[in-house]
């Protein structure tokens, strides 16, 4: 594990944050498996430390922009259960009043400007919030999670042009968990990604994105460096995705072995490793970290039993929210 | 009333929201020092500063993205997008994102941006500088749709639309950038939704768009000598579409041609027949003609170009037909 500089609380909360994005994905993965949800989704089991790492080191002005693969930001931008499960089922008190789903779920209040279906296609959107801090003086920071597989898109390229040409006050992060859908990222991505962002004269660094620790003290100083002005930068987080592309990608072994899942999940899983570190470091007691699990745990059973009774909005929403007044 | 161009009114709406509203600004290719091919922005960076007239690289769909990023977050970009054609490059950013925000977000988002383009066939500039793409636009919901008849409405119309809390798109036609058209001096907006009146008329109404509104005037110059009096309406903007005027003018004439620089099929005109036949069937002496540019990518040549778009005297041929009943059982 990295050294930071953080105190205990702060230890505690990423652990508490990676926790609640394991426990709300599992409840997720249950409401599909027992058809409760309407559609699909995709879940960030696997990648918490990413999210948390990252949005730990961010405050509620600094703004980003997440994927289909969308939770784990949203938990970690701090918003709650109740209205996310809300949204996962449909509900008039989702996020979105439950127009937008799984895939497009937004959190204005926490700066989470929302998930965007588009394979990298929230990029723009990221790029052109840090030109409105620039413009307007703002000295906030706006993170774009995008996943391996969205490096092939072109947008990214015209965009990283603009932000290094103007000194942009963004940070892509590009979650690489090894898989663009079903393909191997190996098949799809020519070359180094990170000297892709340094060709534009971007500052690239790459992480193990399975280490809170390692990924919240790089985040912390690129943002500080954004905030002078220093930006913008690029960061590659190696990590890994425990269930296929969506919940319904149960029979995967064609394109993924269960060996190497097997393997990341017993030897690299990021709230295993942080759990002993605390424990080792003596910042929490197994019985401690117990009964936050067992808080989270209830918390989430409690949104999730809240959100199955809650009410589907009123059919004369279907025209509302077309165009703002 | 002094008279200034197309392109002066635009300038001028612009600076005016400009001066008034720092949030906003303008962004593009080659819209700051050159202000634009057209000239239209000249004049604007030196007021401005390049902080707020940028100049872009060529990657519109980059640039149209970075606008909604800043919409979404606070400023009220206009963004500058040097032909009409490139909207089909920048489809994803304005169809999927900007035109979506506000609904996905269950009303919390909201996308305060213009997109400022233009339309246009009969200038020589071959199949892909030389689309009239608004149907496409229009088609979304989202998007509201504005398209100026001449520079009083570019003026009332552009002010507007950066006022607008939602993606605008403003279809200017370049062959009208020199048009000149009595603008006052005071400040004024045009209200979106708010179809104009241009020529009052009793035998038929012409429905016209852009600059088929001229094209409607001078048929209907060409008609009133022959004793056929045409209504000349100009929706103003085709989202949001000011459907009872429009059927309001057929209940008194009876009679309608719909002309727009657009493919007609699956157009614009076809949109606006469809509502008349629907809403104003029983008021209807003939059918409900559509006049759309043809159904063919723009050819080069004059001698091909010139016979894509409705021309006046087509527009009174056929109105002189539907209103000798010529055309009422036309196949």
């Given at each position: ?325 | ?5 197309l392109s ?21 290719e ?6 634009t091919p057209f000239k239209v ?19 519109e ?20 997008l040097m032909f009409g054609d490139f909207i089909y490059l920048v489809m ?25 383009t233009n339309m246009g066939a009969t200038r020589r500039s071959a199949a892909q500088h030389s689309q009239s793409l608004q149907a496409i636009v229009a088609h ?5 749709v504005?398209m100026p008849s001449s ?18 798109v403003i279809f200017e036609d370049k062959l009208m950038y020199q048009d ?26 012409l429905i016209a768009t852009s600059s088929m509104v001229q094209v409607a005037e001078k048929a209907a110059d060409l008609l ?6 045409a209504?000349v309406?100009d929706?103003?903007?085709i ?17 309608a041609i719909v002309i727009d620089e657009g493919h007609q099929s699956y157009g614009v005109t076809s949109e606006i027949a ?13 059918p409900v003609i559509r006049m759309g540019a043809m159904d063919v990518p723009v050819p080069f040549s004059p001698a091909l170009e010139d016979i894509t778009v409705p021309t006046p005297d087509r527009v009174a041929e056929t109105a002189r037909k539907l209103?000798?009943?010529e055309l009422?059982?036309a196949a």
């Open positions: 594990m990295a050294k930071a500089k953080t105190n205990t609380e702060d230890y505690l909360r990423m652990y508490r944050q990676m926790m609640r994005i394991r426990t709300f994905e599992d409840n997720a993965n249950q409401l599909y498996l027992s058809a409760k949800m309407p559609g699909l989704t995709h879940m960030y089991s696997g990648e918490e430390a990413v999210a948390v790492g990252i949005c730990e080191a961010l405050t509620d002005d600094d703004r980003i922009t997440s994927t289909h693969r969308g939770h784990g930001h949203c938990v970690a931008k701090g918003a709650n259960f109740k209205e996310m499960f809300c949204e996962l089922l449909g509900k008039e008190e989702g996020y979105c009043r439950g127009k937008g789903g799984s895939m497009h779920i937004a959190d204005q209040s926490h700066g989470n400007l929302g998930a965007n279906a588009i394979v990298g296609g929230s990029m723009g959107i990221a790029t052109g919030s840090a030109l409105r801090a620039k413009l307007l003086g703002q000295d906030d920071v706006t993170v774009c999670f995008f996943g391996d597989g969205a490096t092939a898109q072109g947008l990214w390229y015209e965009v990283m042009n603009m932000a290094a040409l103007w000194t942009l006050p963004v940070i892509y992060a590009c979650e690489n968990n090894g898989y663009s859908e079903y393909t191997k990222t190996e098949e799809i991505a020519a070359g180094s990604i990170t000297a892709r962002a340094e060709a534009f004269g971007i500052e690239a660094f790459q992480v193990d994105g399975q280490d809170v620790l390692a990924v919240n003290e790089l985040t912390q100083k690129l943002v500080a460096r954004c905030r002078k002005g220093d930006g913008p930068f690029f960061i590659e987080l190696m990590t890994y995705r425990y269930h296929g592309h969506h919940v319904g990608d149960i029979n995967r072994e064609y394109y993924r072995s269960k060996a190497e899942e097997k393997d990341w999940k017993d030897n690299r899983d990021p709230i295993i490793r942080f759990r002993s570190y605390l424990v080792s470091e003596g910042i929490a007691t197994e019985d401690e970290i117990e009964a936050m699990n067992t808080e989270i745990e209830k918390d989430a059973s409690e949104a999730v039993a809240y959100a199955e009774a809650a009410k589907y909005p009123d059919v004369s929403e279907v025209d509302m929210h077309i165009y703002a007044d | 009333m002094r008279e200034i161009t002066q009114a635009v300038n001028e709406a612009i600076a005016e929201e400009m001066r008034r509203d720092r949030t906003v600004f303008l962004m593009g080659d819209v700051a020092e050159a202000g922005l000249s004049g604007l960076v030196e007021e401005f500063g390049t902080e707020r007239v940028i100049d872009t690289p060529i990657a769909p980059g640039f149209v993205g970075l606008a909604v990023g800043a919409a979404m977050t606070g400023a009220r970009p206009i963004v500058d994803d950013q304005l169809c999927n994102q900007a035109a979506k925000q506000h609904y996905m977000s269950g009303g919390k988002l909201s996308v305060p941006m213009v997109l400022r979304i919901p989202g998007l509201k504005a520079a009083y409405e570019a003026k009332g119309l552009m002010k507007t639309a950066i006022r607008d809390n939602n993606p605008v000149k058209a009595p603008v006052p001096e005071e400040e004024f907006l045009i209200p979106f939704g708010e179809a104009h009146i241009k020529r009052d008329g009793s035998d038929i109404t009133s000598k022959e004793g056929i009096e209504e309406i929706p103003r903007t989202v949001p579409l000011d459907e009872a005027a429009l059927i309001e003018s057929v209940k008194k004439t009876s009679r469809s509502r008349l036949n629907e809403k104003a069937f029983y008021h209807l002496d003939t209103c000798s009943g009422i059982h």
